[in-house]
């Protein structure tokens, strides 16, 4: 049998599922932004995009692709010996991009932990959770459904302590008009 959160830690897991969902949210347009990198770089097209530098403020330069590149490079990229070399100048957006979702990850994952623990779900759940920063759209998906269950559970829980303390309540006034008696 599952434990139960504390009525104490309510507050503690509503700020939980708060950082949980703006961390989700950030995390999986992340990956969006990341996929739809990595089918412009190992596609056909062979682009990374770029900010500053010689072509403008925003400009796709080409990729030059090394031998062994085949085009499911981009569903295996480790099986080969395919290398890809960037020609562009100026930001790379499409690095800054795979950095930047790998930071929000980490951080995604931290608040998959916070809010897994709080509620004390078992672990399967944690590994759910964490599903949500790899696998595409499976973020929001999850932040949608987490946040209703934990909202629903709150609720639900806040509920049945009032009307125990209301019953607890009624039966101590209920003993001492029966003692006055």
């Known amino acids: 049998m599952a434990r139960a959160p504390k009525l ?3 507050p ?3 700020g939980a599922l708060k950082f949980y969902q703006v961390c989700s949210i950030i995390t999986g347009i992340g990956l969006l932004l990341l996929c739809t990198e990595m089918v412009l770089k190992y596609s056909p097209l062979h682009l990374e995009l770029f900010a500053g530098g010689s072509g403008g403020i925003l400009w796709f330069a080409p990729v030059i692709v090394g031998p062994g590149c085949e085009w499911w490079s981009l569903f295996a990229p480790m099986t080969n010996d ?7 100048d100026g930001f790379n957006i499409s690095l800054g991009i795979l950095v930047a979702h790998g930071w929000f990850y980490v951080l995604y994952l931290f608040a998959c932990f916070r809010i897994w623990s709080l509620m004390r779900w078992p672990f399967l759940r944690f590994i759910v959770l964490a599903l949500g920063g790899i696998v595409p759209l499976l973020s ?3 932040e949608a459904r ?3 269950e934990v909202r629903t559970y709150l609720a639900d829980r806040e509920a049945a ?3 125990a303390a209301s019953d607890r309540a009624a039966a101590t006034t209920e ?3 029966e003692g006055t008696r």
């Open 146 to 148: 987490v946040a209703r």
């Open 140 to 142: 929001f998906f999850m």
């Open 161 to 163: 302590e009032a009307a």
């Open 175 to 177: 003993r001492a008009t």
């Open 12 to 14: 503690a897991i509503r």
């Open 8 to 10: 104490a830690s309510f």
């Open 82 to 88: 395919c290398e890809l070399t960037s020609v562009g």
